[in-house]
Antibody, heavy 122, light 113 residues
Framework: QVQLQESGPGLVKPSQTLSLTCTVSGGSISSGSYYWSWIRQPAGKALEWIGRVYTGGSTNYNPSLESRVTISVDTSKNQFSLKLSSVTAADAAVYYC??????????????WGQGTLVTVSS | QSVLTQPPSVSGAPGQRVTISCTGSSSNIGAGYDVHWYQQLPGTAPKLLIYANSNRPSGVPDRFSGSKSGTSASLAITGLQAEDEADYYCQSYDSSLSAYNYVFGTGTKVTVL
């Protein structure tokens, strides 16, 4: 049973870079069977897909965030990471990491981390 | 800004049937892309409930069913139970910006009366 766990600072200053890591356990991130995504949810609002990375490092990003987002993978640590630059109060949210099966190309997220709350404040 | 529209809330008595709509457009659901549904219990992460329009992952009760037609999709809950009280989100792929982009619905809160 795969488990995903987000980690990183819960407080980021405006204009700085938000950095989060997702550690995958119970399965290998380098198996090639999944894409690995970041999704966020501002308080009381809907979910928003941020982007994804594949084992080899290829990425796709939400067009509305693409200029500020970098997602990378570290197969040696079984982790993938999110960097979001120039944050503002609008970036405050619960950030989730999630897994998407590669084989059927349908796009569902079948496993999620518990989420980590990020506050943006000076 | 969600491109998939859901009713803010639906409610029903225990045992009743409720449905949640997810309305999209020709660049997402209407283009043939699959629709997925998630259940988010208060204070928890979303859980995959229905994938590829009408398929249930292992462990999801058959009280939950999904369908898709044209530019819309629906989630039905039959035999409503108190434990079904949660937020529900649809999700699909959108091709309007010529870039890879997954989109979620606006979310629907289900209340069991």
């Amino acid at each position: 049973q795969v488990q995903l766990q987000e980690s990183g600072p819960g407080l980021v200053k405006p204009s700085q870079t938000l950095s989060l890591t997702c550690t995958v356990s119970g399965g290998s991130i380098s198996s090639g069977s999944y894409y690995w995504s970041w999704i966020r949810q501002p308080a009381g609002k809907a979910l928003e897909w941020i982007g994804r990375v594949y084992t080899g490092g290829s990425t796709n990003y939400n067009p509305s965030l693409e200029s500020r987002v970098t997602i990378s993978v570290d197969t040696s640590k079984n982790q993938f990471s999110l960097k979001l630059s120039s944050v503002t109060a609008a970036d405050a949210a619960v950030y989730y990491c999630a897994r998407e099966p590669y084989y059927d190309n349908s796009g569902q997220f079948d496993s999620w981390g518990q989420g980590t709350l990020v506050t943006v404040s000076s | 800004q969600s491109v998939l529209t859901q009713p803010p809330s639906v409610s029903g008595a225990p045992g009743q049937r409720v449905t949640i709509s997810c309305t999209g457009s020709s660049s997402n659901i209407g283009a043939g892309y699959d629709v997925h549904w998630y259940q988010q219990l208060p204070g928890t992460a979303p859980k995959l409930l229905i994938y590829a329009n009408s398929n249930r992952p292992s462990g999801v009760p058959d009280r939950f069913s999904g369908s898709k037609s044209g530019t819309s999709a629906s989630l039905a809950i039959t035999g409503l139970q108190a434990e079904d009280e949660a937020d529900y989100y649809c999700q699909s792929y959108d091709s309007s910006l010529s870039a890879y982009n997954y989109v979620f619905g606006t979310g629907t809160k289900v209340t069991v009366l």
